[in-house]
């Protein structure tokens, strides 16, 4: 059994209050708090191997899933704003992919942020942000370590999406 960091536990909870301030009580909830709760690790875990894990990817992938059904449940209305988030963002990364900038651990974390996307704005500037912090990031590594240098882009999906929610706690509480 692995052991749970006291660290991760306060981090996460930290970002399951950005995404409860950010999104309110509602069904849509459900896939943000799962990728609050896996957030720490794949970010730690990403940032030492360049990986990320299929057992912290995929309970958020279904989390998202799930929420869907309970949003779509609960008001008749098929939730598109999240799926076609989820297909574009993922669609994107799998063309980086495939030419070898990415990983498919990236692939599916994007469509998992995709899926806790709830709206327009989070869904556009998650992305976005992830790709200014890791463009930043990466131009900085190219210049002190050269070409064959590589980042690992999960963290940075993962704070361009509770920068995204952190933006729109702001202008909530605004």
Not at 131 to 145: H, M, S
Request: proline share 7%.
């Amino acid at each position: 059994m692995r052991r749970v960091r006291l660290v991760d536990v306060v981090v996460s909870a930290a970002l399951a209050a950005v995404a409860t301030l950010a999104l309110g009580a509602n069904p849509a909830l459900v896939a943000p708090l799962a990728v609050a709760a896996v957030a720490p690790p794949l970010f730690r875990v990403d940032l030492v191997e360049h990986r990320l894990p299929n057992r912290l990817v995929i309970p958020a992938l279904l989390a998202g899933v799930v929420g869907l059904g309970v949003k779509w449940l609960a008001s008749g209305v098929p939730p598109l704003v999240p799926v076609l988030a989820a297909a574009i963002y993922a669609a994107v990364l799998f063309a980086f992919a495939l030419f070898g900038g990415m990983g498919m651990g990236d692939v599916k974390l994007a469509a998992a942020l995709g899926l806790a996307s709830p709206s327009a704005t989070i869904a556009v500037l998650s992305p976005m942000l992830a790709f200014l912090i890791g463009g930043i990031a990466a131009a900085v590594v190219l210049i002190r370590r050269g070409r064959r240098a590589r980042i690992a882009f999960g963290p940075f999906l993962l704070a361009g999406y509770f920068g995204a929610l952190a933006v729109v706690a702001v202008l909530r509480l605004v």
